[in-house]
């Protein structure tokens, strides 16, 4: 089976720097999220710590610690991501609607399912624009950030079950 870019980047030996030398706190996306007036402005706050991460930490514009940074608040969005889902999906049976003859948790699901590979050939193909260079990582780490976010946002905001 062929290795993705991402997988190779995740789980390569250049892992981003240890969590405790980086300055990163969720609570700067959070109150970004909280505050924005609607879907756009809360998309708008993806990246937010990470950039407040590599501008606080010593170094921060190294790849290693830009990788750091995005990689810390990528593990933020996707802990949304997993919450919203299953909250969506608790909605989407509850409601029990159906589109086009398929129950609305059943294309919830098969939605999520393709968003997935999407997602991965995407930062794949953002990743290449480095020919492997250093700024790979951080390009990927960075896609994955921000891809997730929209996904966990688009979730928490569709209306999904009702």
């Known amino acids: 089976m062929k290795r993705t870019l991402i997988a190779a980047i995740l789980a390569g030996p250049a892992a981003p720097l240890a969590a405790q030398e980086l300055t990163f706190n969720t609570e700067i996306t959070a ?8 879907l756009a402005g809360q998309m708008a706050c993806v990246g ?18 830009m990788s750091g940074c995005l990689d810390r ?28 003859g398929t129950p609305s948790a ?11 590979p999407f997602r991965d050939a995407t930062c794949d193909y953002e990743r290449s624009h480095w020919g492997g260079g250093t700024g790979g990582g951080p390009a990927t780490y960075g896609c994955l950030m921000r891809l997730t ?3 966990a946002l ?4 569709s209306g999904i079950g009702e």
């Open 31 to 38: 109150s970004c999220v909280a505050h924005a007036p609607d």
């Open 48 to 65: 937010a710590s990470a950039n407040a991460c590599m501008e606080d930490t010593p170094g921060g514009s190294s790849t290693a610690a």
């Open 73 to 100: 608040e990528l593990q933020y969005w996707d802990a949304k991501l997993n919450e919203n889902y299953s909250k969506a999906l608790k909605r989407a049976r509850e409601a029990d609607e159906y589109v086009d």
């Open 106 to 116: 059943t294309a919830l699901r098969e939605m999520q399912r393709a968003w997935i």
């Open 149 to 151: 976010g929209q996904q």
């Open 154 to 157: 688009y979730l928490v905001n």
